[in-house]
């Protein structure tokens, strides 16, 4: 990895940090980076990691990112990357998501790993990741940006904690076994009911065994293994819908049941949108 205390990787850190701290999306962190290469990236994110828990923040799983083509697509971007899931993302089921807390939210439908095991051997394939699991979960993602407009490229995606926001997991815990999720067929629908995205498993990594099991590898090979107990969002399961302050999101994921999330009314949320460029964006 880069060094952490290369110039250009600490000020793309910090920008990222003031972003959060004053609510306002910055520009992309590309422009300041040495590089754009997955390893700068993944550098910059190790440093908010860092200070995250040094502000006393508690790791408690990961997620996958970029996954399913159509979000490829959107971000014009074309492998997965990862991010860290803290405790204080979580959004309990039936909560609202704090809208004070984003700055330019999309929700996915996703497909939640829950470890029973620890994932760390040096054979890794798709029976270790199913051995390991103890449950799955239909899952709601709310993907952020602290870079204004999602102008990002792959480096800056990576660097943004792979642009992580909130998660909430559904109540239904469904035995992995050997289901083929590749044939899991979700709906996301909004307050109205309309069908706002849709998609199935197999848009995520063409399976999202496969997904968690290069997950795996990649943390097990930077010396961060995925763990027992831990949360893993598997990527989305079609393409991210933009979302604003009194929104509700539901979705249906057969085999696995439902999750909705709703977006509470607080009168900072649309800033980031306003700094964005002022339109909001359904399925960028």
Known sequence: MPDLQAPGIREAAERLLEATRTHVPCAPVRDVLPDGSAETGYAVQAILTERALADGRR?????VGLTSPAVQ??????RPDFGVLFADMEVPAGAEAD????????????????LAADLDA?????????AAT???????????????????????T?????????????????????R????V????????????????????????????????????????????????????LGPMVAAASGDTYTARLSELGSVSVGFSQDERAGRGAVHAGGVREDGR
């Open 59 to 63: 790791i408690v799983g990961r997620k």
């Open 73 to 78: 697509a959107q971000l014009g971007v074309d």
């Open 99 to 114: 809208s004070g807390r984003l700055l330019q939210p999309k929700v996915e439908a996703e497909i939640a790993f829950v």
């Open 122 to 130: 040096p054979d890794l394939d798709a029976a270790a990741v199913r």
């Open 134 to 156: 103890d449950h799955v979960v239909a899952a709601l993602e709310i993907v952020d940006s602290r870079i204004a407009g999602w102008d990002i490229t792959f480096a800056d």
């Open 158 to 178: 990576v660097a943004d904690n792979a642009s992580s926001g909130l998660y909430v997991l559904g109540a239904e815990r469904v035995e992995l076994g050997d």
């Open 180 to 183: 083929d999720l590749r044939t």
């Open 185 to 236: 067929r979700m709906e996301l629908a909004d307050d109205t009911g309309a069908t706002v995205s849709e998609g199935t498993g197999a848009a995520c990594l063409g399976d999202p065994v496969e997904a968690v099991l290069w997950l795996a590898a990649t943390c097990r090979d930077l010396g961060a293994p995925l763990r027992a107990g831990e949360v893993v969002l598997s990527g989305a």
